[in-house]
């Protein structure tokens, strides 16, 4: 029983993964899709997120499942319990893509007011985390998302968030027109830095799944 | 929380407890301290050495032919394995409860009265009284109060094991020791002897054998994981089965092995 317990577990985490990728691609298409003010990329993005709340809700049933029939103890408690609250962060990652998608719908008329670099730099950093957790996730090897190097790139996150926040402000007082698409950046913006403390949060589940012991990024 | 435990003191304490059966060895180096008033689970694969050990706090053992101890164990502060101990009251100190409920072939009433009995109390009137608080702590009075004379052996099996415990409460033990005490009973009967269990740890200690992993972690306060002879850890409950230390332990609950 414990076999087969084990490899329902081992392939519940690689639907975790699953959707782990299919999150962070959402976010990634979604500021290339802004970037580029693709409507098609951006369409497609918010046609995911269905699959997305699937995703959320079958890995819910399968660990509930799992709790029932097997009452896990230990590190296997702790992976079931590290899993339900992942897979609701990478539903909230994953919805703000769509949510970026959907600024790009509305701004698609007109063009970018800025070159606003730092929108795709914070997506690209905010990928880089993901990537980094899902990978500590699904291997236990911590090294990449140690408490020092996520507090470390959450503060750039923060700095570059308030940097959009600042040059937006400066636009709009230069001319009251740019004011609905400066406020989609800095909505964005937000948006990247949020999606950057769900990344420090999961850390700190697969922390606490790994080590049985808790702590604190950022 | 360290002070406490030392002011309330342990019941149980063993020291560098090793046991052979013949040529083969089956404790090892045992160290245990059974903290009074709670309810301590001994887990782990079969042939680890739990029941031997827990066998060894009544002296239990002592009728196994071949069998040699040696170290200490101590009851209250006393070593129960030097000469002058008066075995009787060990046992009667020490109630036990096995895996199968073991009634006398007697009447309800018998089976509760007769170790007061042994114990030279002999007057009805008194009888009547042990017997019926004694049922009451098992939580067995109400559903046998009106065929108290009527023969054990046609209780349910899980009204047998609450009777057993009650036969072991009857001489006001101080620890009850149960071997495996739920692994022939059924899901409901299971459920009353855990409730027992967790009412009898007001008035008494309780240390319990047990191969269901999720009974020992609800019923216990503190848990220890043998193998193989030794004690391979003895922590809190919620720390065993949580995020035990010793990888022993983790793969053994964790069902990795065992």
């Known amino acids: 029983m414990a076999q087969k317990f084990h490899n329902e577990l081992k392939r519940l985490k690689d639907d975790v993964m699953a959707m782990g990728l299919l999150?962070?691609?959402?976010?990634?298409?979604?500021?290339?899709?802004?970037?580029?003010?693709d409507i098609n990329l951006a369409e497609i993005v918010i046609s995911q997120k269905d699959s997305l709340a699937d995703n959320d809700e079958r890995i819910e049933t399968n660990a509930l499942k799992l709790m029932t029939l097997y009452q896990p103890m230990a590190k296997d408690v702790r992976t079931i319990a590290c899993i339900l609250k992942v897979i609701?962060?990478?539903?909230?990652?994953?919805?703000?893509?769509?949510?970026?998608?959907?600024?790009?719908?509305?701004?698609?008329?007109e063009s970018h007011v800025a070159k606003l670099v730092n929108i795709p730099n914070m997506a690209s950093l905010v990928g880089q985390m993901i990537d980094d957790v899902l990978n500590a996730f699904n291997t236990g090897d911590l090294s990449r998302i140690d408490v020092k190097s996520l507090t470390e790139r959450d503060d750039d996150l923060d700095a570059m968030r308030y940097s959009i926040f600042r040059e937006c402000i400066s636009y709009m007082?230069?001319?009251?027109?740019?004011?609905?698409?400066?406020?989609?950046?800095?909505?964005?913006?937000?948006?990247?830095?949020?999606?950057?403390?769900?990344?420090?949060?999961?850390?700190?589940?697969?922390?606490?799944?790994?080590?049985?012991?808790?702590?604190?990024?950022? | 929380?360290?002070?406490?435990?030392?002011k309330n003191g342990y019941v149980i304490e063993t020291h560098d407890l090793n046991l052979w059966y013949g040529s083969k060895q089956a404790l090892m180096d045992i160290n245990i301290k059974i903290q009074r008033n709670k309810v301590t689970a001994l887990i782990g694969p079969s042939g680890c050495g739990k029941s031997t050990l827990l066998r060894c706090f009544n002296?239990?053992?002592?009728?196994?032919?071949?069998?040699?101890?040696?170290g200490e164990v101590f009851f209250n502060g006393k070593n129960i394995y030097n000469g002058s101990s008066d075995i009787v009251n060990i046992r009667k100190n020490n109630g036990m409860v096995f895996q199968k409920p073991n009634p006398f072939p007697k009447s309800i009433y018998e089976n509760v009265a007769y170790g007061p009995q042994?114990?030279?109390?002999?007057?009805?009137?008194?009888?009547?009284?042990?017997?019926?608080?004694?049922?009451?702590?098992?939580?067995?009075?109400e559903e046998v109060n009106d065929r108290l004379h009527e023969s054990a052996l046609g209780l349910s099996g899980g009204q047998q094991q609450r009777l057993c415990i009650a036969r072991a409460l009857s001489v006001e033990p101080e620890v009850i020791l149960?071997?495996?005490?739920?692994?022939?009973?059924?899901?409901?009967?299971?459920?009353?002897?855990?409730?027992?269990?967790?009412?009898?740890k007001e008035n008494y200690t309780v240390v319990i054998v047990t191969h269901n992993m999720q009974q020992a972690a609800r019923v216990s306060d503190y848990a220890g994981f043998m193998y193989l002879g030794k004690l391979i850890e003895f922590d809190e409950t919620l720390k065993i089965f949580e995020n035990p230390s010793?990888?022993?332990?983790e793969n053994y609950i964790t069902g990795r092995f065992g």
């Open chain 1, 173 to 218: 007082l230069e001319d009251p027109r740019t004011i609905t698409i400066c406020s989609n950046y800095i909505m964005v913006a937000r948006y990247l830095e949020r999606c950057g403390d769900h990344a420090c949060k999961m850390a700190e589940k697969i922390w606490f799944m790994e080590t049985g012991k808790r702590v604190e990024i950022s």
């Open chain 1, 23 to 37: 999150a962070g691609d959402m976010l990634t298409k979604a500021v290339q899709a802004l970037k580029i003010l």
């Open chain 2, 1 to 6: 929380m360290e002070k406490d435990l030392h």
């Open chain 2, 118 to 141: 042994t114990h030279m109390i002999r007057k009805k009137k008194e009888l009547d009284k042990i017997v019926e608080t004694t049922l009451k702590k098992a939580a067995l009075w």
């Open chain 2, 246 to 249: 010793n990888e022993l332990t």
């Open chain 1, 88 to 109: 609701t962060y990478l539903n909230r990652i994953g919805r703000y893509g769509k949510d970026i998608a959907k600024v790009t719908l509305e701004i698609q008329k």
């Open chain 2, 59 to 70: 002296r239990l053992n002592d009728l196994i032919p071949e069998c040699k101890i040696t």
């Open chain 2, 178 to 200: 149960m071997d495996e005490p739920c692994s022939a009973l059924d899901p409901i009967a299971t459920g009353k002897i855990e409730n027992l269990i967790n009412e009898l």
